[in-house]
Structure formats: structure tokens, C-alpha cells
């Protein structure tokens, strides 16, 4: 007796299931490399992440006591005796020919465990020919390695949005042409008002 040939219903079950057997086996070598890329020790290329580990004993909102004992990673910065604006005017240089709404080059940057974040920045900033001015009375040792995807200008800007909490008053950062700078800062300050420009989260590289 002659075998019936398989159904449509069969032939479209059997496709199925195959394709979903690929799906699954895909999906599961996925898994495992991602699980050996973490084990290699590689950064994370998630900012939000690698802040929170970072921040992970250590929050406070800017309407509470600061304590004296700031533990093992904040580090107090002692305030310069000239004040911001006048440092600002004294560094002005009719020379620079960087054009305002500069940015920077998009690209990864790596945060390394044992720096500290003005360190880090600073570095970053120097590669591209910029200084920052950390103009706040702390800093921050960074326990978890990290990564951000940005321009150096994105980036302080993203640091300044991941330690505000930790400052009285709004943490912003500026971009001073003149000076070929950058300020984060949380004081007020009329020099940087007229002669530089407040960082933005949607500013595009030039």
C-alpha cells in the first residue's frame, strides 16, 4: 500500500519547529558569549550601569547632612584662593580658534578602576586639546571600570547629571571657547553666563 504524502499542515509543522530550533540555538550562543565577554574583565559600555555599581555605597540628596567620615572613594577638592571668574579672564586667549557649539568626537571613552573621575575627563579633555576646570569641592574614585559612548562634551555632561545629587544646587557644565575649557561647576557665575556656553544633553558632534 502506498504511504501518503505528508499534509501541508505537516510540511508547515516541520518548517516550524526547525526554525525555531535555530532561533533557540542562536539565542543560547548569544548568551554565552556575552557571559564570556564579562568574565574577560571588559568594561561595561553602559554609563547608567557602571555609575550605579560606582555610586553603590554611596547616595546622598543635596537636602541632607554631609557626613564627616566621606568614606573610601570621595575625595574633598580644595577650592582654588582666586575665584572662578577671575581664573576665567586671566586664561583668555584671542588666539583660540575653536568655534562655539563645539563638541568634540563621538566615540567610546574608558573610565579605569583606581582613577578618579576629574582625572579621567581631564585626560580625555587633553587628548582633544581641551582643559577642564572641576570647579566642585568633591571628587570620586571610581571602583567599576566603565565606558561612555558620547563626545567629550556629552560626557562631562553625563557626569555632572550622575554626581548632582551629591552638591547643593543645579551641577552644570560649560563650554568656554576663549579659554578652551571646560567647567562643571555648581555656583553661579556671570563670566560664564556672557562668555561661555551651558552644556546640553542634545548637542550633536560638529
Not at 575649557?181 to 546640553?200: D, F, G, P
Amino acid at each position: 500500500m502506498a504511504k501518503k504524502p505528508p499534509s501541508n499542515a505537516q510540511f508547515w509543522l516541520r518548517y516550524l519547529l526547525l526554525s525555531l530550533g535555530v532561533i533557540v540555538v542562536g539565542v543560547t550562543l548569544i548568551i554565552l558569549l556575552n557571559r564570556e565577554g564579562s568574565m574577560d574583565g571588559e568594561p561595561a559600555k553602559d554609563p547608567a550601569a557602571g555609575m550605579s555599581k560606582f555610586y553603590a555605597d554611596y547616595r546622598m540628596s543635596s537636602s541632607q547632612p554631609r557626613p564627616k567620615d566621606l568614606g573610601d572613594f570621595v575625595i574633598e577638592v580644595e577650592e582654588p584662593e582666586e575665584g572662578m571668574d577671575n581664573r576665567l579672564s586671566d586664561m583668555e586667549s584671542l588666539q583660540s580658534n575653536i568655534p562655539r557649539g563645539w563638541v568634540g568626537e563621538y566615540k567610546f571613552r574608558d573610565f579605569k578602576a583606581g582613577s578618579t573621575l576629574r582625572e579621567s575627563i581631564s585626560a580625555h579633555a587633553q587628548n582633544e586639546g581641551m582643559q577642564v576646570l572641576w570647579e566642585l569641592d568633591q571628587d570620586f574614585i571610581i571602583k567599576v571600570q566603565f565606558q561612555i559612548e558620547d563626545t567629550i562634551v556629552g560626557s562631562l555632561h553625563k557626569i555632572a547629571g550622575a554626581i548632582g545629587a551629591n552638591f547643593d544646587g543645579d551641577v552644570e557644565t560649560w563650554f568656554c571657547p576663549r579659554q578652551r575649557a571646560l567647567v562643571i561647576t555648581n555656583k553661579q557665575s556671570n563670566y560664564l553666563l556672557q562668555h561661555c556656553e551651558k552644556n546640553q544633553r542634545d548637542q550633536q558632534p560638529n
